[in-house]
């Protein structure tokens, strides 16, 4: 039924290269079926104004795609002289939850900014950014670890992302380009451990029920705990 | 327990005044609280690109904040140049809700342009910009269907909206700044009857358990019913 | 003669509501008829790098319109991401009109910005808001006094601002926009006690006489009187 | 008494250089004292949208300034991403005065765009624009007209302006810039023939009577004979 | 004595990978040492406004460097409102050299756009964007001629762009960033066969005589003869 | 042959007029045939931050067409919001190239700004911006000389440029805007003494060989030692 041929509650296929790029302190490619994105992690001694002799870590994120990484060509943001309304929602999400799953005080009062840039796109690119994400970032604090600027673990527990939907009136795991542009009800459902941090339901043109509901969280469940696994093999 | 004293269930007093500018063709100052939003409507006949001569109708929201509507004064977006990412994540949320309770067919190729432009900010005012952007929406439609332009109604139910959050450890219903901003975790719910169009849930520094997100969900169940009840007495 | 019914030197009705946002140091809602402003005052203990230690205060303005405050709805300047140059000259016009009024060296290093939003226009909204950021801006100033923070008077006397143009071959005293759309001259004018502050009059296809300019002037006394009982009313 | 030893109701010398330029339709190189300003005049056959297909024409005019035409250096407003609010203002003052001199019903369904570059300021550039732009506007048309293009002569008399102020305590003549940035008031005068087009008063902190407005206005009749006469003698 | 110990005419490791994203019509991933440019084709039917109906094609090029492709991170260049400097003239730079070898009239009115990003930086980032847009362009040219729409051959020669610079004194080939962050003359040379279609010679703080320049363009002609067969086995 | 009937080897008549604005400390008017550019000097005590304490000078440029210094009107790029590609371009040339020819060590930690802004264009305009450029410099470093703040000369040497061409087939010197139009061929040669600075050789659909590039820049010799008599003569 599903476009792919998966069954409703079957991942894409995932994988996770580390160490991508000689310069960023950490750096994946994660592949979640055809979405491929890019993840890097900078480290910086300086933090944002407002927390400054806090003591606190701080993680941030930004996103992009490049123009040709989708079906038809994208005007490239830097030309259009702007970050576009989904690119600026995206960012904030997935810097909010990898920041969930941070222990900022462990990390000290320093920031760590996660670059996820878009390589090839075909679905659920936000989720596979935080999952990737959060890898880049592990391999980097991995890196503070080793050199002993950080002593106690800042990230006890993976964050990942995966998304589910209501395509052809069914729920369904992990929507692909062609399921994500149909589906009247999409969700992004991001987790550490057993815990929700972040549930976005949505509804172009179309709403749902409280069971629906339930149904999607029960998909994504399925979903995390995979990329969960996927996410401590590429950081052991 | 809580700032205000309201009990764990309780909304902030609301109301609707409408008709509250000469020039628009729906409008309304939605009071939730200390929360003052006004929304105006403004029908026109052309339509984006995108649905030309479909026969389809489109829905849309913009929002701002006066400068000072906040404790200490903002930055006014127009003189910095570009709306702040926090306002373009809110309007596309505003269009897609309200969109999700207009039958598009019925209202025919036009488009109507909600405009939420909140006058004094006590929290929620992404809420209250979806209930009352809905009044305005409603009191333009029934503009057109008096002047016989549309003839089917295109808004059968309200949407409407509310926020509730754990605060203290306590689920409560409709956070007022005070409580928002010291809430890990906080939502946005947005529903039409009994259905739901978008769920938002959100923790800043913080995570959340499947069972605290059903008695959130049924928090908002009670919340938007008065809200529902204040849109249709507005627009009797 | 004139679409409003109204004498040659006859005011529309003008009403000043103050403290209608809870959290501006200074507010006021002005109706000049049709035309509604909301002002506000916003004190900052900092001032502008040019007179840092100088002990000198200073006052600067911003204005805006909501995007439906007009007959058409005008595109958002915080989308279209600049202000428009009738903005820029506007809220200049008010800073400067404003700052003649004021005794800098009694307010002390300190800013006031006032900040002009048209909630409804309907003509003369320059004017209007003059008239009612003088208003925000002397409650905020009554604010400092009461606490000490300023210790003489540094707004003595009203600053307040009429429109008058010659309309149909007449002069005539505040304009409203049927008139403002059609009047080949019209002219601004700004005034403390007895004495002029700004002098700003123009015609768009046409000239005029110093004759006609000294009956519009006659006007304007006439019509500053008015509002500068109602500002003194209204900061009793 | 005044810096530059004039009489307070002398103009500085004026002289008025045509046909620098090669390539604009007409062109002139205006010198108020020090104030060294360029102004070209562009035909197009096209006009803005709102007057499409009305048979009348249109004038507009921009204004700028080269970096280094000032005693220190300003930003280049093309560097900066916009026009500075002075910029607009002054762009929109010369347009506006230079319309009330066409008669748009002979100029025919074309537009005319006057640039003033400020090669060298030292006060008064506004003005020096406007009775340059003139100049420029002028040749121009008298190209049309010398072509066969307009037929009746829709620009009967010159347009000019001059700026005067209170200069320590004494109304004087086409202030310069060490006069300009010392005086409390100052005011920039536009006529045609003995009528006027435009006056725009502007105390900086500080008042003006009726009485000292109507010397500055007698000096403003004075100098704007001679910059006529000027005018007159580089477009016969 | 060069940091990476190649001889001075020795070219750094060359690879090309083809058909690397599903989406473009061509795209190759070049990899010349440690800079790695992703390079993309994206065929359009349109062409720009200024050769509408002439019957000649159109090439143009986009280049971006993701923010941790560098030492130290760059600030992305959405996000700061607009391409720099270098981006624009590396772009135009692409666009030129790679119009330079198409046979514009046999490519038919249509655009291709090669978007060149840079995943990896390490000196020769627009040299290697070159050499591996035209892969791109090659194979987007392949699709189109086998597809029939393309009939004769419109890219007879590669075209190809190495570096070269005196670095420590010497003439030396395909500079590296250690190097090219310390020469004090470098040049980039773009040909097609055994002409030549750009030379860009400069010196940030030195001069050079004409022999040195005979020198690198000696070195040049080796290097892009080992490019120019790289991109051959590629395309084959 | 030559549209301008002038020899292949021959310059248009080149003149340099010397303090034209009394604000810069070093200006000039360059006039190379009928392409005319302004040139001031601006000196600063501050440097870039990325030389600060170094105990080094900096120079730099700027470079701005006005709108009709054009056949037809260009957008002012102050309107448009941005300095296009080819501005950018042009002014990094210029800085580049006179910094070329600067000992910053002598000239201490000082910045020169030079602004080029093109009165009148008919070709070759970034070549005359860089030859009169550098007049304006070092007007100003002779001021700097006479008044004891620098007391060796940083600019031993003048810097010029010309630009050559291939003309109809043929190799000329100093392109007219009618040949530049045409040319396929073209480069800017910038020389200090009888050394290189910059070498730009850039075909637009068309290559060029060896052999051709050595006679363009034999050409350049020429006209470069011509261009620094004329340097010369006007700073002694």
Redesign the interface.
Known sequence: MRPSGRQVNEMRPVSIEVGV????EG?CLIKVG?THV?C?A?I?DRVPPFIKNSGLGWVTA?Y?M??????S?MR????S???G?R???IQ?LIG?SL??GVD?VALGERQI?I?C?V???DGGTRCASITGGWVALKLAVNKLMKAGLVTSDPLPEPVAAVSCGIYAGQPVLDLDYPEDSEAGVD?NFVM???????????????????DQ?TQL?DLADKGIAELVAAQKAATA
């Open positions: 790029t000689k310069h960023a750096s055809d890019m890097t900078t910086e930004e992009g490049l123009p040709r990484s989708t079906g060509r490239r943001e830097a030309a002289g702007k970050q309304g690119t600026v929602e904030r909010r920041r969930a900022r900014t670059d840039d390589l090839q796109a969700g550490t451990g057993n815990r929700l941090i972040e549930v976005q339901m949505s509804a172009e043109g179309a709403t749902f029920s409280r509901m969280l």
